[in-house]
Every structure is written in C-alpha cells, then in structure tokens.
C-alpha cells in the first residue's frame, strides 16, 4: 500500500463537506475526487477544499470520478433515494465503501444491497457514526462491563429541531428519504440492537406529521414526513426499548438523551452533554464522568 491513501466523495451537500473536514484530520488520506450533480454544492465544496488545502478533482457525474480520481475509497453522501444506484456504480470499481445511513429507502433495495455485500472483497461501512461519539462510546463501553447489570429497558429520547434544507428539499418526502424514521432514527435502532446485543422480535409504533412543513408546497404537493412519533422495540432476550421522538422541539437544551437500566441501577448520556451519568440504586449517586470529544473533531462537525 502506498503512503497515501486515495479518498473520493459522491455528494458533497452538507454531509459530503463534513467528510472533506473528517479526511482533512486523518493521517495520510488524499482527497482526489468530489462529484455532485448540483453545481451550487460543487462550488461550496471547492471553496472548502482550498480552505482545508485539498485538491481534488471535481465532476458531475460519479462514473466520471471513478474513471479518472481511481480512488482507494469513496465516501457516499447522496441523496437517500441514490444510495442504492450509487453503491452500484461504486462497487462495480472496487474501492472501500462508506455509504452514509440509511443504506437504502427500502426493504428489497436493502437485501439486494446486503446480499451484493457478501461477496464484495473490500470493506463496506454503513455510517452510522453515533456509536462512535466519545460521550456514547463510553456509555456503551460503561453497559457491556455491566455496570447495570443486564439491561432490562433501553430509552432514547430526541428532542430537536425540524429537518434542515437540503438541495429542492429532497428529504421532506417519504419516497426521498425512506420517511423519519429511516433517515433520522435508524441511527436510534442501530444503537437499541448494539446497547443490547440482542435482535428485535416485535416493534409497535405510533407517529404523525402534527406541526412541521404543513405550510410548504413543492410543485402543488405538501410534504408527508411525520413530525413526532413514539416506538417500542420488544427484543428477543426480554429486554424492551423506546425511542421518543420530537422534530418540533427547537428550545431544547439536549437534544438526545440515552438512558440503559438494569438491576444495579441506570447509566445515560446526554447530547451535546458529554457526560456519563451513572445513578446506582443503593442512592450512592448519582455520579457524573466527563467524557472529552478531541477540538479537532468537533471542528469538524456535529457527527
């Protein structure tokens, strides 16, 4: 292997940037090709990549970049609904893949990918980077050392503000992003299996679209994506968890909190807290555990 390892990014929207910054702090990564068909993100990119003194190539088509950039691994931050086409593409030339969440809008599109995956000789990563957040690393880290005991309930709540715009608002409609709770809180489930260690066997849900996006209309149609819900994820092992879910809660001083209870007592984080809070049931506590999140890191972005 040489020296450098050779970086591209298909979509360089909001997400893509973030990973031009996460490259920037990693040792010996080059990032030699970004492609988007919209040339407004391919502008905010280029001013962006001379400020973190990157020099990559710039195309509008993802074919294009991989033919001439030959990079060692693509980053895929697209629009949800080009996940599944794009990976395609990608895996056709070979590289390392990490495909932003979700990893599809649908269920068919999901297996086909999982199947293609078994075969495919490089790595391929879903970002689902919230296990990996100092805070919520430790606290899982603090769970599977059984400090709880075994975790009986598992709870997290979200409580934030609405989507943010994207390019034509692409994510305010269900068969763009796979719907909230594929786009935003597969992050959420991911968590509920991995803090477990354990696979669901029934969930039961209860949502809606009561406040956001009600007064914006995109060519006559008014967007569909819910706004609020509650699940509960029974899991195999006995264990239960919820996630409580608000898009319309802008004032909220955290925004997600994650809570692990047990027989010895609860652990939780809170975001952006970044402290584990550990409350035994003896009442000996509660006691707080400061948890460092690196100045580079957080520079480069919320995730």
């Known amino acids: 292997m040489s020296s450098q390892f050779r970086y591209s990014i298909a979509g360089c929207g909001m997400m893509g940037r973030e990973h031009m910054r996460n490259v920037a702090l990693v040792p010996g990564a080059r990032l030699v090709g970004i492609c988007d068909p919209d040339e407004g993100s391919r502008e905010a990119a280029r001013v962006l990549a001379e400020e973190l003194g990157q020099a990559p190539e710039f195309f509008s088509d993802c074919g294009a970049m991989l033919n001439n950039a030959k990079p060692d691994a693509v980053i895929i931050a697209s629009p949800n609904i080009t996940h599944f086409d794009v990976v395609r593409q990608v895996m056709a030339a070979g590289p390392a893949i990490l495909l932003e969440k979700p990893m599809c809008t649908n269920l068919a599109d999901a ?3 999982h199947a293609m995956a078994a075969d495919y000789p490089a790595p391929i990563w879903v970002g689902l980077e919230y296990r990996f957040m100092p805070p919520v690393a430790r606290f899982i880290e603090r769970v599977h050392a059984g400090e709880t005991g075994p975790v009986k ?6 409580h934030r503000f609405p989507f943010l715009e994207k390019v034509g608002d692409w994510n305010r409609f ?15 489930f991911d968590l509920m299996r991995y803090i477990l260690q354990d696979e669901p066997r029934r969930i039961y849900a209860s949502g809606a679209q009561d406040v956001n996006h009600l007064d914006e209309r995109y060519d006559g149609e008014v967007p569909d994506i819910i706004d609020n819900a509650v699940v509960v994820v029974d899991f ?3 264990a239960r968890a919820v996630l409580d879910l608000c898009m319309f809660a802008e004032g909220s001083e ?26 035994p049931r003896d009442r000996s506590g509660p006691v707080a555990e400061p948890v460092a999140t690196p100045a580079d890191a957080l520079a480069a972005g919320d995730h």
């Open 174 to 188: 269900n068969r763009n992003s796979g719907g909230t709770l594929v786009e935003k809180c597969c992050h959420f």
């Open 254 to 279: 955290q925004q997600e909190d994650i809570y692990a209870l047990g027989p010895a007592g609860k652990l939780e984080v809170a975001l952006p807290r970044a402290s584990v809070i550990w409350s």
């Open 153 to 158: 309930m598992a709870s997290i709540r979200e």
């Open 236 to 238: 195999v092992r006995g």
């Open 111 to 113: 297996r086909a990918l």
